[in-house]
């Protein structure tokens, strides 16, 4: 979810003999029946951060020897589950999804279930029911992320302060970015006063009215936290159109555009996800699963601290998350790492 970018792909499809895979432990299909095919279902190809994921996954394939094709229904939940009803009908064998709605994925995750088609979801969880039509969530820890912009706010600003909220509400690990924002702000919490937490859609172009509006009604607002750095990107334009310099923005992403705001200075501090690292993740989730039929999975693959908030979320099926750590996006880092994610 973040800076528009669409990368044009070459899709391949070849057929393989994989059989049943109703269950963790029964039998995968081997390489020597076939190669596999692997499909991303992101949720928008318009973005560096999916792309980027897309680009990976696609070199992981190719340098495996395995065929790969990528659906994109950018952010229309209908259409993305057409996608997943139609796959259930091919020859796939394994998805890697990025949900639109983390609720409005059931119909499609059921059909890929019932044609024995395992899914690895990406980035964002599916909600709570639907965790058991998966075989595990690979993400960035958008609640260490949130967290660590909280954290730092509080430490430029022990007395608190008047601060907005650009959020999207429809997505879960967004709702994580905010619900670690506050937690960040910690037992001073009542220090910061919230004027406004409004949903700016992911994106700059929703974002930047939205947050004018803001500053034009609260004239001394100290700071903005984004979910992600379109929506900071919306704030800090708003914030140079209404020659506000004062204000601070804290994102979540630590994208190309949001390396290069930390650099300038427009940004104050920026929590990285790790798409590169998500999508290898999830790659070798999936070949562990195609050569044994199960993912071995622990607690220990969510940091120690977070381990308490995404029980709450989870329940028994915990073990099935990979939560890999956030951290703040140094001015050095953003230098070293210009035009890159990581």
Request: aromatic share 8%.
């Amino acid at each position: 979810m973040k800076t528009p970018l669409f990368s044009a792909l070459c899709i391949s499809s070849l057929m393989i003999g994989f059989a049943a895979f109703g269950a963790d432990n029964e039998k995968p299909a081997s390489k020597a029946e076939g190669h596999y095919t692997f499909a991303f279902l992101t949720n928008t190809l318009n973005n560096t951060y999916q792309s980027t994921m897309n680009d990976t996954l696609k070199q992981l394939a190719a340098a495996h020897g395995d065929s790969y094709l990528v659906l994109d229904p950018d952010y229309d939940v209908s259409k993305q589950v057409n996608q997943m009803m139609d796959l259930a009908n091919k020859k796939v064998s394994v998805v890697f999804l990025i949900p639109v709605d983390s609720g409005g994925v059931h119909a499609g995750l059921e059909a890929l279930k019932n044609a024995n088609i395992p899914v690895i979801n990406i980035d964002t969880a599916v909600v709570a029911g639907d965790i058991g039509l998966v075989k595990s969530v690979v993400a960035s820890d958008c609640y260490m992320a949130g967290k660590l912009c909280g954290e730092q706010m509080l430490k430029n600003h022990p007395d608190g302060g008047k601060i907005a909220i650009l959020d999207f509400p429809e997505n879960q690990s967004c709702i994580d970015r905010v619900q670690g924002f506050l937690a960040g702000l910690g037992s001073s919490k009542d220090k910061f006063q919230v004027v406004a937490q409004q949903d700016g859609a992911a994106a700059l172009d929703k974002s930047l009215p939205i947050s004018q509006d803001i500053i034009q009604a609260h004239p001394d607002l100290m700071a903005f936290f984004a979910i992600n750095d379109p929506s900071a990107m919306g704030a800090i334009a708003a914030i140079q159109a209404t020659h506000k310099s004062g204000i601070e923005v804290y994102s979540v992403d630590g994208s190309p555009d949001g390396k290069a705001a930390i650099a300038d200075g427009t940004m104050t501090a920026d929590a990285a996800q790790v798409p590169i690292k998500e999508a290898g993740a999830a790659f070798d989730q999936a070949l562990e699963l195609l050569r044994t039929g199960k993912i071995a999975h622990t607690k220990s693959n969510i940091p120690e601290a977070d381990v308490s908030y995404y029980t709450s979320q989870w329940g028994d099926n915990i073990e099935k998350a990979t939560y890999l750590p956030s951290f703040l996006i140094s001015k050095e880092v953003a230098q070293k790492d210009a035009g890159k994610w990581q």
